[in-house]
C-alpha cells in the first residue's frame, strides 16, 4: 500500500389601530392580513433552522474544527453526485457538472484518495465526471470500480478493484424495467432510469395529485418481484436488490481497499443530499471516525455532523481543503 500524506490541522390602542386599517386602500389590508398571518410561520422557522443549525452547522464556518479533527490524520473524500456536485434538474439526464466544479473535484484527488458514491449507473456517473482517477460507486455502492488512471493514492491491485455484490440480480432487474416502463407510460412526467444494479423510477415532473397513482403502480409492479425492494429519495422511487448492500457499505469497502479497514488513522469525510447517503452517515458515526456533511437547505432528520446549502457551497469547501494541504506540503 503506498503511503499517503497526513492531513495537518490549521494554525492556528387596537380601536386607533382599527381605524386606520378600515382606512387603507383595499390592496394594502390584504397585504397586511398576509404579513401578519405569516409572522409567527416565519418566526417559528427561523427557530427550528436555528435549532437545527446548531445541531448540524456550516462545513465552511466550522472548517478550522473540521480541520482540527482531521489533524494527523488521512482524508478520504467521499462524494454523492446528484445535489451534491451538481444541482438537481428536472431530466436526470441534464444533470451536468460545471467545469469549476470538475477543477474543484480533480484538486482534491490530486491529494485524498476520492470516490464518488451516486444511485446512478457507474458509467453514467462516470460520463458526467470524467476523472480516471477517482474511485466509483455506483448503483448505491453495488457496482464500484478502481481508479483507470495512475493515481498516489492506489496499490496496483486497488486500481482494479471490482465489486458487484448484486450481479445474480441483474436479469430480474432488466425485466423488472421493462415492466415498470411500460406501467408508468400512462402518468405524465414519469420515467424509469435503468442504472444497472437498481432502478430509479422519478417523479419530478409528475403532476403532485398523481405522485400516489405512480406509486401505488410501482408497488403492483414489484409484487411480482419478491426479490427487488422499494425506498425513497427526492422526488425518485429507487428499486434495489434485497440485499444488505448500501452506501454504508460501499464506503467501508472502499477503506478496506486503500488500507483503512480498522485504522484509527482515517478521516472519512461524505457529503451528500438524499435519504440514501444516511447510510454512508451512520458508518461514519458508527466508527466515530470522520465526518457527514448533509447538503441542504432546509433542516432535515439526518446522522450527518455537518451541513452545507448547495452544490455551489460544497465546491468552496473542496477548494478549502486543497488550500489548506497545499499551504501544509
Known amino acids: 500500500m503506498t503511503k499517503h500524506t497526513a492531513f495537518a490541522g490549521a ?27 405569516s409572522l409567527p410561520e416565519l418566526v417559528r422557522r427561523h427557530a427550528d433552522l436555528d435549532d437545527w443549525m446548531e445541531k448540524h452547522p456550516s462545513a465552511l464556518a466550522g472548517f478550522e474544527s473540521v480541520l482540527a479533527a482531521a489533524e494527523g490524520k488521512q482524508v478520504v473524500m467521499f462524494l454523492d453526485y446528484d445535489g451534491t456536485l451538481s ?6 439526464d441534464s444533470a451536468v457538472m460545471s467545469e469549476e466544479m470538475r477543477d ?5 484527488a490530486e491529494h485524498f ?4 458514491v451516486s444511485g446512478r449507473c457507474r458509467d453514467k456517473v462516470f460520463n458526467f465526471v470524467k476523472l480516471a482517477e477517482l474511485y466509483y460507486a455506483g448503483s448505491h455502492g453495488m457496482d464500484i470500480k478502481g481508479p483507470t488512471a495512475q493515481s498516489k493514492h492506489t496499490k496496483a ?3 482494479a478493484v471490482l465489486c458487484q455484490p448484486a450481479s445474480a440480480f441483474l436479469p430480474v432487474i432488466d425485466e423488472a424495467y421493462r415492466a415498470l416502463t411500460a406501467r408508468t ?24 395529485e398523481k405522485w400516489r397513482a405512480l ?24 428499486v434495489r436488490p434485497s440485499i444488505k448492500w ?12 486503500l488500507g483503512f479497514a480498522d485504522s484509527n488513522n482515517v478521516f472519512p469525510i461524505y457529503i451528500g443530499d438524499d435519504r440514501t447517503d444516511e447510510d454512508a452517515f451512520k458508518v461514519l458515526r458508527g466508527m466515530g471516525q470522520g465526518i457527514g456533511i448533509l447538503v441542504s437547505k432546509i433542516p432535515k432528520e439526518t446522522s450527518a455532523s455537518y451541513s452545507l446549502r448547495e452544490p455551489s457551497e460544497v465546491k468552496e469547501f473542496l477548494h478549502m481543503l486543497v488550500r489548506s494541504k497545499q499551504r501544509r506540503d
Not at 494554525?11 to 389590508?29: F, S
Not at 474543484?104 to 482534491?108: D, L, M, N, Q, T
Open 215 to 238: 406509486e401505488e403502480q410501482v408497488r403492483s409492479v414489484l409484487k411480482e418481484y419478491p426479490d427487488l425492494r422499494l425506498t425513497k429519495g427526492r422526488k425518485v422511487l429507487e
Open 246 to 257: 448500501d452506501k454504508g457499505n460501499a464506503i467501508q469497502f472502499l477503506l478496506e481497499c
Open 113 to 116: 484518495p476520492t470516490a464518488i
Open 11 to 37: 494554525d492556528g390602542g387596537t380601536t386607533a389601530a382599527a381605524a386606520v386599517t378600515l382606512c387603507a386602500p383595499p390592496r394594502a389590508r390584504g397585504a397586511r392580513r398576509v404579513a401578519a398571518g
Open 104 to 108: 474543484a473535484v480533480r484538486g482534491v
Open 185 to 208: 407510460a400512462p402518468i405524465p412526467g414519469a420515467t424509469v432510469e435503468n442504472n444497472k444494479f437498481c432502478l430509479s423510477v422519478h417523479f419530478r415532473c409528475v403532476q403532485e
Open 157 to 159: 491491485k486497488a486500481e
Open 87 to 92: 444541482p438537481i434538474v428536472k431530466d436526470p
